[in-house]
């Protein structure tokens, strides 16, 4: 079976980010944030929210503005933590940039600019962790399809 767009475009999506990471990074797809993150960072892309579709019924068609987010992590003293995020933001900023289309499977993405915190963490380093929104735009005839 056929995966249905909204699977293509995700695993398109994790295709295109994963080599562009810098060595070491773990990238997952829905995780929960291990217990350990790798000190050079941890990213995972979450399928996000595909929100209501605009609809035209001749033909019928579903365009969407599928909001997919990366959570950046990275697990590092206080003098190289800014600098590892900012790596993982420009990484993945460079994956993104490198094809907005996917293939032709989406009309284009854009990413929004993160809000970074910084978590603290009893015993350790703070985490400086983020969420970056980016927005897909697609079509498809069929909202399950």
């Known amino acids: ?14 295709a295109q980010v994963e080599p562009v ?13 291990p217990q350990r993150v790798p000190e050079v960072g941890w990213v995972c892309l979450r399928d996000g929210d595909p929100g209501p579709p605009e609809v035209t019924l001749s ?3 579903y365009f969407y503005e599928h909001d997919v987010e ?14 590892a ?8 900023g460079l994956a993104l940039a490198d ?16 809000q970074p915190v ?11 962790a983020a969420t970056v929104t ?3 735009h697609y079509a498809t005839s069929d909202p399950l399809a």
């Open 1 to 14: 079976m056929v995966e249905s767009v909204s699977e293509q475009i995700m695993l398109a999506l994790f």
């Open 21 to 33: 990471l810098p060595f070491g990074v773990k990238f997952e797809r829905n995780a929960t944030l």
């Open 59 to 61: 033909p019928l068609v």
């Open 70 to 83: 990366f959570d950046l992590v990275v697990d590092l003293p206080e003098d190289q933590r800014d600098a």
């Open 85 to 92: 995020f900012d790596a993982l933001k420009q990484a993945l």
């Open 99 to 114: 094809d907005r289309t996917l293939g032709g499977l989406c009309d284009w993405l854009e990413a929004s600019a993160p």
């Open 118 to 128: 910084d978590i603290p963490i009893e015993g350790g380093n703070s985490l400086k």
């Open 134 to 136: 980016v927005t897909v």
